[in-house]
């Protein structure tokens, strides 16, 4: 007599607890599906091909072509190929005359920043 209540009552857990995970498992698969953002449109495939086309056809201009930087300062592009062949011959001329003429260059291409205006608080 005492048996069958005990069975009735670990069925009846079982059931609960499978229908329990049966929720939870179909409440993580409707939130899966609900928060997936849309594929993207041909559209906008399009105008990031585009976009990086032009980006890489100016890293392409820049890197293997010459010309003006700055006209006002007077710096100017040039390929890496020359610009490589241009150094070497100075290194190997006079080490310590081409560190100081790159450092002058790097410092006449980029100044340093203004100072900071003063604050108002101090």
């Known amino acids: 007599m005492n048996s069958e209540p005990r069975e009735r009552t670990g069925l009846v857990y079982t059931a609960a607890v499978l229908g329990a995970l049966l929720i939870v498992a179909g409440l993580v698969f409707v939130m899966l599906h609900s928060t997936q953002p849309e594929p993207l449109g041909a559209n906008r495939v399009a105008e990031r091909t585009k976009a990086l086309g032009e980006l890489r056809g100016y890293e392409n201009d820049a890197l293997n072509t010459t010309g003006?930087?700055?006209?006002?300062?007077?710096?100017?592009?040039?390929?890496?190929?020359?610009?490589?062949?241009?150094?070497?011959?100075?290194?190997?001329?006079?080490?310590?005359?081409?560190?100081?003429?790159?450092?002058?260059?790097?410092?006449?291409?980029?100044?340093?920043?203004?100072?900071?205006?003063?604050?108002p608080f101090e």
């Not at 001329?93 to 003063?118: E, F, G, Q, T, Y």
């Open 68 to 119: 003006w930087v700055d006209p006002a300062k007077g710096l100017v592009r040039l390929r890496i190929e020359d610009a490589m062949e241009i150094v070497e011959r100075e290194w190997r001329a006079n080490p310590s005359a081409a560190r100081s003429n790159l450092i002058a260059r790097v410092d006449k291409a980029n100044p340093p920043p203004a100072p900071p205006a003063p604050s």
